[in-house]
Structures are given as structure tokens and as C-alpha cells.
């Protein structure tokens, strides 16, 4: 499974935009990139999930460059109830390790009024 | 969207004493459920794999003999930690994945926390 980096944490302020970078280096071919958020003492919820280029949701974007060797989660106008830690994770999506997810150390965002 | 649902929330217990954990999955069948355990301000760690029907695959320094996994049906798996003790305070969380169309996500249910008094 692919390792990845992310900062420990971040700051900001509300109605401002996040961006949280993530490297994996050694990502594979059949690997997926998925970011979640976790509130504590609450499991982890799904945000976003891609392959390469851009994908965008309801919540937030998510952008991989040609090399998939980096993401970039994108929040856009945050609110303090955006307060988490964000993870960001890469692995297969299907197949027998299908949701077997290792987590990194996370991203801690503490957005300020 | 799917739900993973987990019971109790919190638990306190005697050491010594055995609490089981349940997780269900509510709207889907899972034939495999995933648990972790989270230390404070710590990361998830992976425990275990459930696997529906047969034995659970434990990862390396997890004592299978005192985190029990029981996976009976697809939408049921309970976790048993048994003679707990202190140490073994902590927050679970059960996963399990559900794919819709072009995403596979992992649910998870809400977390216990476990205190061993």
C-alpha cells in the first residue's frame, strides 16, 4: 500500500479556501485516492474519491496531476464546522483488500471565525 | 447513502471483565467488516479484517485471543474484548465498504469508547 504525507496541520478562516496536499510517491496503477473527514469521537466520514485529473462534488474537489504521485483536497468557503482531520488514503478500490484502509497521521484543520 | 451503525457508544467496564461491540450494516450486505482502534490524537490503526463465515485476519501484534471477531451473517460483525484491561482503553470503529457506480467508499459506524476502569 502506498504511503502518503500530509501536513500535520492547517489553519484558516471562514469563507476562505482549503487546499490540503498529499504525496504518495509510490502509488500504483490500481490505486484509487480517497480523502476522509473525521470529528472527534466520530469514525471517519467519505469526501472524495478519484483517479486522476479533477473530480468534484457536492462538497469538495479533489485534483491529481498526470504523475498521481500528489493530490490536492479542495474545500471551498469554509465553515467552522469544518474543524476535522483529514486523511487521505490510496489503495485499490476493488479486489480482496477491498476497504482495508490504512491511515496516515491525517490533517488537522482548525478553521477560526 | 449506506449505514454502518455501531452499538454501544460507550462502554465502561471492570478490568477483567469482557465487552462486545457491535457493528451492522444496515442497508447492505457486507461480507467483509474492517476494525480499528484509535488511541487519542492518535490515527486509525487497522486490528482486524471480518470476514462473514469464516475466521478473522489479524494484524501483526493484535492477539486474536483477546479481541475476539465474530462475523455470524452479512450485516452483523461484534468485536469481544475480552479480560480487558486499561490499557486496552480505547475508541473502536467498525468499517465496511459499499461501492455505487464509479466509487467505492468505506462506511464507518460511529465508534465506542471503551473505558476499563
Known amino acids: 500500500l502506498a504511503k502518503t504525507t500530509q501536513p500535520i496541520s492547517m489553519d484558516s478562516y471562514e469563507g476562505q479556501e482549503v487546499n490540503i496536499t498529499c504525496s504518495h510517491n509510490n502509488i500504483a496503477t490500481n490505486d484509487y485516492i480517497t480523502w476522509y473527514q473525521q470529528f472527534p469521537s466520530q469514525g471517519p466520514r467519505f469526501i472524495i474519491q478519484?483517479?486522476?485529473t479533477k473530480v468534484t462534488n457536492e462538497v469538495a474537489s479533489l485534483f491529481i496531476p498526470a504523475d498521481r504521485k500528489s493530490s490536492t483536497l479542495s474545500l471551498p468557503r469554509v465553515s467552522l464546522s469544518d474543524t476535522a482531520v483529514y486523511y487521505c488514503?490510496?489503495?485499490?478500490?476493488?479486489?480482496?483488500?477491498?476497504?482495508?484502509?490504512?491511515f496516515g497521521k491525517g490533517t488537522k484543520l482548525s478553521v477560526k471565525p | 447513502g449506506a449505514v454502518v451503525s455501531q452499538h454501544p457508544s460507550w462502554v465502561i467496564c471492570k478490568s477483567g471483565t469482557s465487552v462486545k461491540i457491535e457493528c451492522r450494516s444496515l442497508?447492505?450486505?457486507?461480507?467483509?467488516m474492517f476494525w480499528y482502534r484509535q488511541f487519542p490524537k492518535q490515527s486509525l490503526m487497522l486490528m482486524a479484517t471480518s470476514n462473514e463465515g469464516s475466521k478473522a485476519t489479524y494484524e501483526q501484534g493484535v492477539e486474536k485471543d483477546k479481541f475476539l471477531i465474530n462475523h455470524a451473517s452479512l450485516t452483523l460483525s461484534t468485536l469481544t474484548v475480552t479480560s480487558a484491561h486499561p490499557e486496552d482503553s480505547s475508541f473502536y470503529i467498525c468499517s465496511a465498504s459499499f461501492g455505487t457506480g464509479s466509487v467505492t467508499e468505506a462506511f464507518f459506524g460511529q465508534g465506542t469508547r471503551l473505558t476499563v476502569v
Open positions: 478519484g483517479y486522476k
Open positions: 488514503l490510496v489503495g485499490e478500490r476493488h479486489g480482496g483488500s477491498q476497504g482495508n484502509l490504512i
Open positions: 442497508d447492505f450486505q457486507a461480507t467483509t
